[in-house]
């Protein structure tokens, strides 16, 4: 059964920091790519980060220079590292698994808010 285990997330003042974290089970990790995606208040789901299997990185043009991604082949873990956050920031952020399939987390609420 696949996994995808989303501990973290929490509230954080304008310009702060939050790192999140995706373990994952199930799966053959390190041939998968990672991803967060995020869903705001009224909005679509969208694309925050993504690594390939390779290493390889995409930021969503919202984030880039401020948020970084990365990944533990040896714990089966995808990182999200959060810098100087602002309000439009909060959202749920999933963490999803795509080699054919789509796999994903249950969501974990970040808050950015003075």
């Known amino acids: 059964q696949v996994q995808l285990v989303e501990p973290g997330g929490g509230s954080v003042q304008p310009g702060g920091s939050l790192g999140l974290s995706c373990a994952t089970s199930?799966?053959?990790?390190?041939?998968?790519?990672m991803a967060w995606y995020r869903q705001g208040p009224g909005k679509q789901r969208e694309l925050v980060a993504r690594?390939?299997?390779?290493?390889?990185?995409t930021f969503a043009d919202s984030v880039k220079g401020r948020f970084t991604i990365s990944r533990d082949n040896a714990k089966n873990t995808v990182y999200l590292q959060m810098n100087s956050l602002k309000p439009e920031d909060t959202a749920v952020y999933y963490c999803?698994?795509?080699?054919?399939?789509?796999?994903w987390g249950q969501g974990t609420q970040v808050t950015v808010s003075s």
């Open positions: 199930g799966i053959i990790f390190n041939v998968y790519t």
């Open positions: 999803n698994a795509r080699l054919i399939y789509d796999h």
């Open positions: 690594i390939t299997s390779g290493g390889s990185t």
